[in-house]
């Protein structure tokens, strides 16, 4: 039995599960002040292939879900980088950015040339849009004087011989004239010509009608034919945004702007500028799409290699717009793109080392050695293999397991066996990831979108009882094990792959591996995750032990094809309606759809979009009060709350949300006028958050009932 750790090792071993499960990359720093990262990274994979790749002077896509480290990725590439005198880098934290953007009074008091162009809302939206794109301008441009400030200011005076104010002087002008006399120019041409084509149309929808007046006689069909190349006339929604990031584009002049910033960087001896931006998946689709249009796809094209952006996305969650994709890497951190190109087996080998490597290297550096101190089986294979189910290798879930096992066993002198890894994944289940699905109940969205995110609930539902109705079931593969048969994975035919895309980035369910079923067609393995089988009493994994060869093809066998499952998932709670005449299609014929660009078959002019309706949790979401809508921040602010129990300052609310501390301590005073959080001081005078009961009534009492 190994001894159980003193105290001095008990913080040594919550200390690093505190660094894997931090966020923001400005923590992964020393009492000292020294950075952390280059002692603290582990690559996923052999001779640091994802760190080398970042380092290629290729614009590089990182993608992955919440917590496999893009972010640490990130900050080891520019740890790298600082190392070499001709790269410079620039990190953005968009959504940060996006959110801090706003519109003041003066804005739109400028942009009143623009009624009768543009509506309010499309108004509101340029302007947020123009004020994006500067504050991305302005990031880049700060990050470069720190660099030059710190490590090349001397040299760079002896070439240039000015002050600091006069090197950057051509981009400070350029941003100027952007805010005032290229705006305005620019703006007042485009708002000329559109007027101008409005009034051409109307002329020509004039026309139309009368000539088919005349020809009604003749021939039916020509009120119809005038009716549709009147609709035609309208513009969507996406070429109002591609007029916005073209308007954008000029304002700010990018091919001038590259130009400034090359002198700049020549004086400075840089070839190459690397552009970091994270969570870039994190903005609303109209501004990921003008962001890209407007600012990345032309300095990335026009720079020629000069600038190199490198994005940190969501799988599903990426526009590539104008920026040309073979000529940019990507690097995906989930569990089968990195490990399950080979074998079953081997990618389960792969994973579970990373995982080990991970936490040895932690506890390594945090001075919680040996492993064996504080883990039952540590020499072994099962506790790593244990450890990579419960978290499918990622670090941030791993870090929250190993914080809930030091306190649930660690402090009580007890040492982390494979109960405690069960009830710890299936804390970290309930209070973190399933907690924070339920408070989109209450998101401030239309009842449509509440009720689309909702549906995934009843397709979660229905995955969870098919997996425990196998559990006992007499089909020959699981009538032979003993005990209860494991059915925590499932597949699916690959074209149903995108059904899934929403549980599995919230973690409810994972890619496992791609292989052929007995019938020899291509499908997709997907595994529930760890702690919702530790909740829902289903086992994990597949049979092992002695006849353990006999069943690695178990998750192939057809008691385990959910296709049909989805398939009926989808004719219950999808809808394919219209967005412009509102007629409705089977779900039957979106493949049809789908090949004709989903043009409505019916008005010939609308798009045809997919909705997806919760039948089963409809009365629950028409309970909720409009006043009680909040933004998506603010409901997970409430959440951190009250999954945590305790105050929380706003850099503990932000390592949960994936956010700033800016942007919590933003939201945190709208909730305070709302009456729904006390924004108080601790001990040390630093600003904690406590919910108030009328928060603890109105979200939490309630969270339950859709269980």
Same mark, same amino acid.
């Given at each position: ?378 020499? $072994? ?254 409901? $997970? ?27 919590? $301590? ?42």
């Amino acid at each position: 039995m190994p001894k159980t750790p003193d105290n001095q090792a008990l913080d040594a071993f919550r200390d690093a599960a505190q660094s894997l499960k931090l966020y923001r990359r400005a923590e992964l720093i020393g009492d000292n002040g020294a950075e952390l990262i280059e002692a603290l990274y582990v690559d996923p994979l052999p001779n640091e292939h994802v760190l080398q790749t970042m380092l290629k002077p290729n614009t590089t896509f990182l993608v992955g879900r919440k917590g496999t480290g893009k972010s640490t990725v990130f900050q080891r590439a520019q740890y790298e980088l600082r190392k070499r005198s001709d790269v410079a880098t620039a990190y953005v934290d968009i959504k940060s950015v996006f959110e801090s953007s706003r519109v003041d009074g003066a804005a739109l008091a400028s942009a009143e040339s623009f009624q009768g162009v543009l509506s309010q809302d499309a108004l509101e939206r340029f302007l947020l849009n123009r004020q994006f794109v500067s504050t991305i301008i302005g990031s880049i441009r700060e990050e470069i004087e720190k660099r030059v400030k710190t490590k090349l200011w001397e040299r760079v005076k002896l070439k240039f011989g000015g002050t600091m104010g006069e090197l950057f002087r051509g981009l400070d002008k350029l941003t100027a004239e952007a805010a005032t006399v290229r705006y305005e120019s620019i703006v007042g041409a485009y708002v000329q010509s559109k007027r101008s084509r409005a009034e051409g149309v109307n002329s020509h929808e004039s026309n139309l009608h009368i000539g088919a007046q005349a020809a009604a006689s003749v021939s039916p069909q020509a009120d119809l034919e005038a009716s549709l190349s009147s609709t035609k006339s309208r513009t969507s929604t996406k070429e109002e945004e591609f007029e916005q990031a073209d308007i954008l584009m000029r304002v700010f002049d990018l091919r001038e702007y590259i130009t400034e910033l090359k002198k700049i960087l020549e004086l400075c001896g840089i070839k190459h500028l690397y552009v970091f931006l994270d969570d870039f998946s994190e903005l609303p689709e109209p501004a990921m799409r003008v962001v890209v249009d407007a600012l990345i796809a032309p300095l990335n094209n026009w720079s020629d290699e000069l600038i190199k952006f490198k994005i940190a996305a969501y799988p599903t969650r990426i526009y590539y717009g104008e920026i040309d994709k073979t000529k940019t890497d990507e690097i995906n951190l989930d569990l089968f793109n990195l490990y399950g190109t080979s074998d079953l087996v081997a990618m389960e080998e792969k994973a579970v080392d990373f995982t080990r490597r991970l936490i040895l290297r932690r506890l390594e550096h945090f001075g919680a050695v040996p492993a064996g101190r504080y883990f039952d089986g540590a020499s $072994g294979d099962e506790l790593w293999r244990q450890l990579f189910f419960a978290t499918m290798a990622n670090p941030r879930n791993l870090g929250w397991l190993l914080y809930f096992a030091y306190e649930s066993a660690l402090l009580y002198g007890k040492i982390i066996g494979s109960g405690v890894i069960r009830d710890a994944a299936r804390r970290y289940y309930e209070e973190k990831i399933a907690a924070a699905f339920e408070m989109n109940k209450f998101l401030n969205e239309s009842f449509e979108e509440r009720s689309s995110i909702f549906s995934l609930k009843d397709l979660l539902d229905s995955l969870v009882a098919k997996a425990r109705s196998l559990r006992n079931s007499d089909v020959s593969i699981l009538r032979e094990l003993e005990g209860r048969a494991p059915s925590s994975h499932f597949h699916i035919s690959v074209d149903r792959e995108s059904l899934l895309n929403s549980l599995e980035l919230n973690f409810f369910v994972t890619k496992y591996y791609v292989m052929s079923d007995r019938d020899g067609n291509k499908v997709a393995v997907y595994s529930l995750n760890y702690g919702l089988c530790q909740a829902r009493t289903i086992e994990f994994g597949r049979p092992r032990g002695t006849r353990e060869k006999r069943y690695r093809q178990y998750y192939a066998e057809r008691v385990f094809d959910y296709t049909p499952l989805l398939d009926a998932y989808v004719r219950t709670n999808q809808e394919i309606t219209c967005d412009s005449c509102g007629a409705r299609q089977d779900v039957e014929q979106l493949s049809a759809l789908r090949a004709y660009g989903m043009l409505c078959p019916v008005c010939r002019v609308g798009t045809c979009t997919v909705i997806n309706l919760s039948r089963k949790y409809e009365t629950v979401l028409r309970s909720v009060s409009d006043s009680s809508l909040l933004p998506a921040v603010e409901l $997970g602010i409430l959440q951190a709350l009250d999954s945590e129990g305790r105050p929380l300052n706003p850099s503990d609310v932000a390592e949960e949300l994936d956010c700033s501390y800016q942007l919590v $301590g933003r939201r945190a005073k709208n909730l305070d006028e709302r009456g729904l959080i006390q924004r108080n001081q601790d001990a040390s005078s630093r600003r904690v958050y406590v919910p108030t009961d009328l928060a603890r009534s109105v979200y939490f009492n309630a969270a339950g009932e859709t269980d």
